[in-house]
C-alpha cells in the first residue's frame, strides 16, 4: 500500500529524512517511531504529497508520488500534529465543513455515521471548543476519514493529551484496525506502537530497525532465562557447561542466562544447575521492553555518528 525507494528530503542543507526504503502491505498498522525532530511528519507529508521529495520515489495507493499527487491525496487522510478545528462551530458542522470541502458523497449520512461511531453523537450540538481533548482529536481523526481513505497518517494522534484521552484516541484507533484501511501512526511513545502496531519501524532520519515488535526485541537480545538462586553458590556461572547456553550473567543472586529455544531448553538448564549444587527459588524469563531496545538503537546510532 506504501512502497517508497531512496526517499529523501533536504531542508536547506538539513537533511530530514535520509534514503527511506519502506513497504506497508495493505490492513497493516505500522508504527513509525522516533524521538522530535527524527523526520516523522516530514515522511508524512512526502508521502501525502504534501511536499515533493528532494529524491526518491514512492508509491501510495496504487498511485506514484509526482505523477498522479491528486489521486494519492483523494486516497490518503492525514491527521495532522495540529488539527485545526473550528472551535465556535460544533461538532457536527466541523464535519460538514469538510465533508463538503473533499467533497463527500451524502455528506449529512457520512456526517452521522462517523459521530455515531466515534461516540459523539450526542455531543453533536456542542462547540468543538468546549469538547474534551480526546472527544476534539477523536473529531480530528474523523474529519481524516470522512472521504474514506486507504490510508490514514497518525502524526502524533496522543500528543499532549492526558492519559485518560489518549487512551481514548488509543481505543479508537485499535477499533479502526481492518484489512481494508492501513493505518501510518507516527508517534514517539514506545507502549503506543508496542500495543498498537503490526509492525514498527524505528527511524531518526535514516530506517534503524523495521519489524514486528516481538520480533525486533528478540533478533536484538536473543531469549534469556533468569534464575534466582536461594543461595550465593559461587562460581556456578563458570562452572555451567551446556552447549545451547551462550552466555550467563550474574546479577547479585541471579542468573542471567542467553539461551535460544528457553521453552525447550529451560528443563535441562534447571536439572544441570541443580546437579552443580545450586539451591533454585524460581525462573523467569528477562522481559525487553520496546524501551530498551529503544534507547539502544539510538545509543548505538550516536556512538557511530
Ligand atoms: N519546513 C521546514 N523548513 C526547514 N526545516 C524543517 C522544515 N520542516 C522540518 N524541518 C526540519 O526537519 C527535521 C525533521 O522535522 P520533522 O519532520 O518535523 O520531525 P518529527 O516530526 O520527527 O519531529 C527537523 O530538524 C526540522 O527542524
Ligand atoms: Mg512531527
Not at 100 to 124: A, M, S
Not at 171 to 185: G, V
Not at 286 to 304: F, H, I, Q, T
Amino acid at each position: 500500500m506504501i512502497q517508497a525507494q531512496g526517499l529523501t528530503r533536504r531542508f536547506g542543507t538539513r537533511l530530514a529524512v535520509d534514503g527511506l526504503d519502506l513497504d506497508v502491505p495493505r490492513g497493516e498498522v505500522f508504527g513509525f517511531l522516533g524521538p522530535n525532530g527524527a523526520g516523522k511528519t516530514t515522511t508524512i507529508r512526502m508521502l501525502a504529497a504534501l511536499i515533493a521529495p528532494t529524491s526518491g520515489s514512492a508509491i501510495v495507493a496504487g498511485h506514484r508520488l509526482g505523477e498522479a499527487n491528486r489521486e494519492i491525496r483523494r486516497r490518503v487522510g492525514v491527521l495532522t500534529e495540529t488539527p485545526g478545528l473550528y472551535r465556535r462551530l460544533s461538532a457536527r458542522d466541523n464535519l460538514l465543513f469538510f465533508a463538503r470541502l473533499y467533497p463527500v458523497r451524502e455528506p449529512e449520512r457520512q456526517v452521522e455515521r462517523y459521530l455515531r461511531l466515534f461516540e459523539l453523537w450526542d455531543r453533536r450540538d456542542e462547540p468543538a471548543g468546549s469538547l474534551s481533548k480526546g472527544m476534539r482529536q477523536k473529531l480530528a481523526i474523523a474529519r481524516a476519514l470522512l472521504h474514506e481513505p486507504e490510508i490514514l497518517f497518525l502524526d502524533e494522534p496522543t500528543a499532549g493529551l492526558d492519559p485518560e484521552a489518549a487512551k481514548t484516541v488509543r481505543d479508537l484507533i485499535e477499533a479502526l484496525r481492518s484489512k481494508d484501511r492501513t493505518i501510518f501512526l507516527c508517534t514517539h511513545n514506545l507502549d503506543e506502537a508496542d500495543r498498537l502496531c503490526d509492525r514498527i519501524g524505528l527511524f531518526r532520519t535514516r530506517m534503524l530497525a523495521v519489524g514486528a515488535p516481538a520480533a525486533l526485541k528478540k533478533e536484538m537480545y536473543g531469549r534469556r532465562t533468569v534464575v534466582h538462586l536461594a543461595s550465593p553458590s559461587p562460581g556456578i556461572e563458570q562452572a555451567l557447561d551446556l552447549p545451547f547456553v551462550t552466555k550467563v550473567e550474574r546479577l547479585d543472586d541471579r542468573l542471567i542466562v542467553s539461551l535460544a529455544d528457553p521453552d525447550a531448553e529451560n528443563p535441562a538448564l534447571v536439572r544441570r544447575l541443580v546437579e552443580l549444587g545450586a539451591e533454585v527459588r524460581f525462573v523467569n524469563e528477562l522481559r525487553v521492553s520496546l524501551e530498551d531496545l529503544y534507547l539502544d538503537l539510538m545509543e548505538g546510532r550516536d556512538a557511530k555518528a
